[in-house]
């Protein structure tokens, strides 16, 4: 159980492909316990 965590908004211009790759990468880094990639 976490009381306390970090909140990061990043907004980017990148290929289509580029955002399944970020998911994939935050899905296995030990550190990332919750995530949400949101394409426009």
Do not use: H, Q, W
Not at 16 to 40: C, N, Q
Request: net charge positive; charged share 30%.
């Amino acid at each position: 159980y976490k009381t306390e965590g970090y909140y990061v908004l990043v907004n980017f211009s990148a290929p289509a492909t580029l955002p399944d790759e970020v998911e994939r990468v935050l899905r296995i880094t030990d550190g990332v316990i919750r995530f949400m990639v949101v394409k426009k």
